[in-house]
């Protein structure tokens, strides 16, 4: 069964910082999907990025971008020029589709905090 | 384009009742999935719906269960309430196939008392 872990339950920075999620996955198969979601208070989950394992580019969405390492097993996600908006809890979720079924398998969360 | 929508936003039942949550989802989306939401346990899978008919299941007792209608809404049915059930329950479609990615609607928080 596939695992995803979030070694930070909490982070906090200042507006315009740079901060990285890290995410860790464990798994045994070679093609799935990796997504980081994002749920503010509001409670509506929002996909924020996604890669493709079988991608060696990093996916990118204008300030948020990831670092994955395939053999690591590590998805981080970078969020640059980070704005008060950005407070939320984000999610790691790992992916795959079994004859055409889908299911996504999420991490604990990091409590994501942007001071002004 | 209409995002998915989920009804009731807030529920509050008594154990041993059922529950009924509805979930419509983005136009043209074939595959909805269910997952519970609790500080404990985090986000769970429930099943996946996609042309009525389940193709995916989570680790839930049998009193959840779930159907889609031939206009891709989808239900989920919950009986028997017990207090531990009590959680946001949220609803997610995608176009199904390859197009894993999932949209999610702003939830249904279910209270048991």
């Known amino acids: 069964a596939q695992t995803v872990t979030q070694s930070q339950p909490e982070m906090s920075v200042q507006e315009a910082e740079t901060v990285t999620l890290s995410c860790t996955y464990d798994?045994?198969?070679?093609?799935?999907?990796l997504f980081w979601y994002k749920q503010p208070p509001s409670r509506q989950m929002i996909l924020v990025i996604r890669q493709e394992a079988y991608k060696q580019q990093n996916a990118t969405e204008n300030r948020f971008s990831v670092n994955f390492q395939k053999a690591a097993k590590s998805f981080s996600l970078k969020i640059s020029d980070s704005q008060l908006g950005d407070t939320a809890m984000y999610f790691c979720?790992?992916?795959?589709?079994?004859?055409?079924?889908?299911?996504?398998?999420f991490g604990q969360g990091t409590r994501l905090t942007i001071n002004p | 384009k209409a995002g998915v929508t989920q009804t009731p936003r807030y529920l509050i039942k008594t154990r041993g009742q059922q529950v009924t949550l509805s979930c419509s989802p983005i136009s043209g989306h074939r595959s909805v999935s269910w997952y519970q939401q609790t500080p404990g346990q985090g986000l769970q899978f429930l099943f996946e719906?996609?042309?009525?008919?389940?193709?995916n299941k989570g680790n839930f007792p049998g009193r959840f269960s779930g159907r889609q209608f031939s206009n891709s809404r989808s239900e989920m049915n919950v009986s028997t309430l017990e207090l531990g059930d009590s959680a946001l329950y949220l609803c997610?479609?995608?176009?199904?196939?390859?197009?894993?990615?999932?949209?999610f609607g702003q939830g249904t928080r279910l209270t048991v008392v």
């Open positions: 997610a479609s995608s176009l199904g196939g390859q197009g894993l990615g999932a949209f």
């Open positions: 719906y996609f042309s009525e008919t389940q193709r």
């Open positions: 798994t045994s198969e070679n093609n799935y999907y």
């Open positions: 979720a790992f992916g795959r589709i079994i004859q055409g079924a889908q299911k996504l398998v």
